[in-house]
């Protein structure tokens, strides 16, 4: 059985850092682009970065410059570097990876405080 766990959310001020991470139960993980989503309370899911097999990266405009993927494919786990956080990324974040099905982590909050 696939699990994804993430974890590393937490209450910061604004202008402070978090590292996320999402864990896999399986080495498939590594061979498969991971997505991470976030949702902030009353909103839809949005989509935030992506990072590809290869290490390749992608993010919504407004978290780049301050978001960074990576990955250690060794430990079958994708980190998100988030600094200079501000109020408007508080949210649940969810990791993701599309194998023979999509999976999904139970997600980890992210509280920014003003």
């Known amino acids: 059985q696939v699990q994804l766990v993430e974890s590393g959310g937490g209450l910061v001020q604004a202008g402070g850092s978090l590292r996320l991470s999402c864990a896999a139960s399986?080495?498939?993980?590594?061979?498969?682009?991971v997505n991470w989503y976030r949702q902030a309370p009353g909103k839809q899911r949005e989509w935030v970065a992506i990072i590809t097999s290869g290490g390749s990266t992608n993010y919504v405009d407004s978290v780049k410059g301050r978001f960074t993927l990576s990955r250690d494919n060794a430990k079958n786990t994708v980190y998100l570097q988030m600094n200079s956080l501000k109020p408007e990324d508080t949210g649940v974040y969810y990791c993701?990876?599309?194998?023979?099905?999509?999976?999904w982590g139970q997600g980890t909050q992210v509280t920014v405080s003003s």
């Open positions: 993701s990876f599309s194998a023979d099905r999509t999976y």
């Open positions: 399986v080495s498939t993980f590594s061979t498969n682009a």
